[in-house]
């Protein structure tokens, strides 16, 4: 018989979600559709501190065992399957604690880490206890992505030179790192070797931490290729990423339209998205790799380069100078949200 997997959310999300930047969402109402879907795990407990927001997951997916403290959660119910559904700022925490109560696999949602320290910690947890973890950067699973990867790669618009993309409206972090990590997915995951970012921090707060109000990395790969992206602003459309080639431009449209542009003309592909397919696909692959498979492409060993990625943007912005990668022992000190450091210096009026 197939083993079966017991599986818990910390973080269960809002009983009545908000698409407002900030908070409130649902994300983990998609976790825990995915775990359903799979027969081999059984989703035995959520976690969180919101009593009223608890009893409504419980209540909708059927989910036996409530508490309000997931070290309490972990101590009493030994889940084999943990996804990490909180704020940024919790994450490496809950990610130590799990693997150290004997977790097998751990799902975080992104962004993954709050600083270059906490990205050590969980580093050590994962050497120490050998647990997988996954980052829900779920787009390296859509089709319409994988083929522009591949085109992008195979010289169908001459030798990649850069990605460009901007995000109206949001930031860096709770939505530019998909985009983040798309462009080292576009650009076959090569190594990043520089980092510039600026940002405009004025009083913006959300998901416990400091936002900025504008802010734009720049960067560039190992072998050649760079990355543009504004946080902030829509460029070339909303929510549309261009793939510039010497010989042409591909381009990603609502995420599932891929428009080809080069001497010979244009060619437009479309895709169908299934967006709780790619959750499913994202649990079969933990699972398998729990049970001897390989690595999956959200696996920690990528995950953890996006993360190092997006720190870097900000450590540049408050540092006002570039910032090489990987992070130097120095860079790997810093243990708090960079952007606190500049929202901080505009609040003293430096």
Aim: net charge neutral; glycine share 12%.
């Amino acid at each position: 018989m197939e083993k079966k997997y017991k599986a818990a959310i910390i973080g269960v999300g809002a009983a009545k979600a908000s698409g407002n930047k900030g908070g409130g969402h649902q994300i983990a109402y998609a976790h825990a559709t995915a775990y359903q879907g799979n027969p081999r795990v059984e989703l035995e407990s959520g976690v969180d501190i919101n009593a009223e927001n608890l009893k409504a997951f419980q209540h909708k997916f059927n989910v036996p065992k409530g508490f309000g403290d997931y070290q309490r959660m972990l101590k009493e119910t030994r889940p084999d399957l943990v996804s990490i559904c909180t704020y940024v700022g919790l994450h490496h925490a809950m990610i130590a604690a799990g693997a150290a109560a004997g977790v097998k696999g751990i799902i975080c949602e992104k962004p993954f880490v709050i600083s270059p320290a906490a990205l050590k910690e969980v580093q050590r947890a994962v050497q120490k206890t050998g647990v997988k973890i996954q980052v829900c950067h779920i787009r390296r699973y859509l089709p319409s992505f994988i083929r522009a990867r591949d085109l992008y790669q195979s010289g169908a618009v001459g030798e990649p030179l850069m990605c460009i993309a901007g995000i109206a409206g949001w930031d860096l972090s709770e939505w530019g790192s998909h985009w983040l990590d798309m462009f080292r997915f576009f650009h076959g995951d090569r190594a990043v070797r520089w980092v510039f970012g600026q940002a405009r921090v004025r009083g913006l707060r959300g998901y416990g931490h400091a936002m900025e109000d504008h802010a734009v990395a720049y960067f560039e790969f190992d072998g050649g290729g760079k990355g543009i992206l504004d946080g902030g602003m829509a460029m070339n459309g909303p929510w549309t990423m261009t793939l510039v080639g010497t010989q042409g431009t591909i381009r990603i449209e609502r995420e599932d339209t891929v428009v080809v542009d080069t001497a010979a003309g244009r060619k437009t592909e479309k895709f169908s998205i299934d967006y709780g397919q790619l959750w499913h696909q994202m649990v079969a692959d933990m699972l398998a790799w729990i049970e001897g498979g390989s690595e999956p492409v959200t696996g920690f060993t990528s995950m953890a380069k996006s993360a190092e990625l997006n720190l870097a943007a900000y450590i540049s912005a408050v540092r006002g100078d570039r910032v090489d990668l990987p992070l130097k022992d120095a860079d790997e000190q810093i243990d708090e949200w960079p952007v606190e450091v500049l929202a901080r210096r505009k609040q003293s009026g430096q």
